[in-house]
């Protein structure tokens, strides 16, 4: 919303909350919301887009919940899960249904911080934007468009792929590393909790994400489980390469990975 204020001077933003805390934390909040509510309805009431900012298995709870009438054919739902096919599956429909129109989104910004503390206007600035399509016709088109609009107003970079793919690539670039560093830092801290105390940038930088909410990231794991597991079983598998090139000590292998790794690195 800091963004949304930042960047698009002229919106009028409206959000809903279910606990009060949060609420109030809105209320209080430097984004100048200009209506705080705790009625769904009247809080997507008129609104031309609808940012569902939940963990996606939430977000078909809160969209049957909206009242009959309320949305319309102008009414845009979209979403920032980092997950798509759940939400293609389970929520998309149910906007259609309700009278408005869906089409996905998935910034690529933040970090493993959570809450409004954290938020910052310039958070999507060179942020890679994955928008997902639901449906066909020229409404989709539109949809894109508005959608487009929205995301390169806050500094995003927009990209369309459909949610099996979207899933594929974030399983790989995201889910896949907090998965890894989660289990580094499970591996070497409650192996040796002792080492903690001499590491230094390259360990806290690797094991960074695993400081991330374990309730959001279990639910990103286990909506994404397909395409986590295959990246999961290729790693595991490139990983028993590693180890017998370094129990054969085999040099030149080992020296071949790195500057391949390396190589690869310098790429992104």
């Known amino acids: 919303m800091r963004a949304a204020r930042e960047y698009l001077p002229g919106i009028r933003l409206q959000a809903w ?24 309805n009247g809080a997507v009431a008129g609104a031309d887009l609808i940012i569902l900012a939940m963990p996606t298995g939430f977000m078909a709870d ?19 899960g980092s997950v798509k096919g759940s939400v293609m599956r389970e929520v998309a429909p149910l906007a ?20 409004l503390d954290f938020a910052e206007a310039n958070l999507f600035q060179n942020a890679s934007v994955i928008l997902t ?4 016709g020229s409404s989709v088109t539109s949809d894109q468009s508005r959608l487009t609009q929205f995301w390169e107003s806050l500094g995003g970079i927009v990209s369309v792929r459909d949610a099996e ?23 070497v801290l409650g192996d040796v909790p002792e080492a903690g105390a001499f ?12 400081g991330g909410p374990e309730e959001m990231w279990s639910g990103i794991l286990s909506d994404n489980q397909a395409a986590v ?3 999961l079983g290729k790693l595991i598998q490139d990983l028993e390469i590693w180890k017998e090139a370094l129990d054969n000590l085999d040099r030149e292998q080992l020296r071949g990975f790195l500057s391949e790794a390396r190589e690869l690195r310098e790429t992104l």
Do not use: C
């Open 199 to 210: 590491s230094g940038g390259g360990f806290r930088d690797t094991t960074r994400v695993a």
């Open 62 to 80: 809160v969209v049957s919940s909206i009242g009959d009438g309320i949305l319309t054919e102008n009414s845009l739902v979209t979403d920032v």
């Open 17 to 40: 909350a279910r606990r009060s805390e949060v609420r109030d934390q809105l209320r209080s909040d430097e984004a100048e919301i200009d209506l705080v509510s705790d009625d769904l």
């Open 165 to 187: 793919t979207h899933d594929k690539i974030v399983a790989a670039i995201s889910h896949l590393p907090h998965l890894v560093a989660a289990a580094l830092a499970r591996s």
């Open 133 to 136: 399509p639901f449906g066909e």
């Open 96 to 115: 259609v249904q309700k009278g408005g129109r869906f089409f996905g989104s998935h910034p690529m910004a933040g970090s493993e911080k959570k809450g």
């Open 229 to 231: 597991s295959e990246r």
